[in-house]
C-alpha cells in the first residue's frame, strides 16, 4: 500500500533524512518511532505530499506522490502534530468546510459529516466553537478532518501528545478501530504507544533508517524500549566510526 524508496531531504547542507526504504502492507499499522528530530515529521510531510523530496520516491497504491499527487491525497487522511482547526467554527461547520476542499459533492457531503462525527465520538459537540473544546476534544476533530473523505491511509504524527491519560486510551482505541480496511502509519516517540498498536515497527534515528522489522519478532527477545534503545545506540556507534 506504501512504498518509501532512497527518500533523501535536504535543507542546504543540511541532511534531514537520507536514503530512507520502507513499506506500509494494507490493513497494517506501522510504527514511527525515533526520539525527537530523528526525521519523522520531515518524512510524514513527504508522504502526504505537503513538503517534496531531495530525491526518492513515495508511492501510495501504486500512485506517484509526485507525479500523482492529487491521486495520493484523495487517499490519504493527515493529522499533523499540530491539527490544522480553525477555532472559531463549529465543528460541524469545520468538518463541512474540510469535505469540501477533499472534493466531497453536495450530495454526500452531510452523510460523511455524521460519518465522522459518530466515528470520533463528537455527535454531542457538533455544535460547539472548536476553541472552546478541550484538547482531546480538538484532537479527535483533527482527527476526524482526516477521515472525512474515507481515505485508505491514515498518517498520524504524534497524536496523542499533550491529552491527559483518559484521552490517550480514548484516541488509541479509536486508532485500533480504524485500522483493518485503511493502512496507519503512526509517528510517535512513544514507546507504549508503538508497543500496544503496531504490527510493524520503523525506527528512525538521525535521518536514517536504523531498523524495520515486524514487532512480534523485533521483540521476540526483549520490550521494545529495549531494542529501540539497542538501535539507537548501534546506529550512533556506526556514525562516530565512519566519522573518524
Same mark, same amino acid.
Given at each position: +500500500? ?11 547542507? =543540511? ?8 513499506? %506500509? %502492507? ?14 519523522? #515529521? #520531515?518524512? +510524514? ?5 505537503? +513538503? ?37 467554527? #463549529? ?24 460519518? /465522522? ?35 485508505? /491511509? ?5 497524536? #496523542? ?48 533508517? %536504523? ?12 520490550? =521494545? ?20
Amino acid at each position: +500500500m506504501i512504498e518509501v524508496r532512497n527518500l533523501t531531504k535536504r535543507y542546504g547542507d =543540511l541532511v534531514a533524512i537520507n536514503d530512507i526504504t520502507f513499506t %506500509a %502492507a494494507k490493513g497494517e499499522i506501522l510504527g514511527f518511532l525515533g526520539p525527537n528530530g530523528a526525521g519523522k #515529521t #520531515t518524512t +510524514m510531510r513527504i508522504i502526504t505530499g505537503y +513538503m517534496p523530496a531531495s530525491s526518492g520516491t513515495v508511492k501510495v497504491a501504486g500512485y506517484d506522490i509526485f507525479d500523482d499527487s492529487l491521486e495520493v491525497r484523495k487517499r490519504i487522511g493527515y493529522l499533523p502534530e499540530n491539527p490544522p482547526l480553525y477555532t472559531d467554527m #463549529t465543528v460541524g461547520g469545520y468538518l463541512r468546510f474540510a469535505g469540501k476542499i477533499r472534493g466531497i459533492s453536495r450530495m454526500q457531503i452531510d452523510d460523511a459529516v455524521d460519518r /465522522v462525527l459518530v466515528k470520533c465520538g463528537l455527535t454531542e459537540v457538533h455544535e460547539r466553537v472548536v476553541g472552546h473544546l478541550s484538547k482531546g476534544f480538538r484532537q479527535r476533530v483533527g482527527l476526524a478532518q482526516a477521515l472525512v473523505h474515507d481515505p485508505s /491511509v491514515l498518517v498520524l504524527d504524534e497524536p #496523542t501528545i499533550g491529552l491527559d491519560p483518559k484521552q490517550i486510551i480514548d484516541i488509541r482505541q479509536l486508532i485500533r478501530e480504524l485500522s483493518g480496511d485503511r493502512t496507519v502509519i503512526l509517528s510517535t516517540h512513544i514507546l507504549p504507544e508503538v508497543a500496544q498498536l503496531c504490527q510493524k515497527v520503523v525506527i528512525i534515528n538521525r535521518g536514517r533508517i %536504523a531498523v524495520e522489522a515486524n514487532q512480534a519478532e523485533l521483540t521476540r527477545n526483549a520490550p =521494545l524500549e529495549q531494542v529501540f534503545l539497542q538501535y539507537i545506540a548501534q546506529d550512533e556507534v556506526i556514525e562516530t566510526q565512519v566519522s573518524a
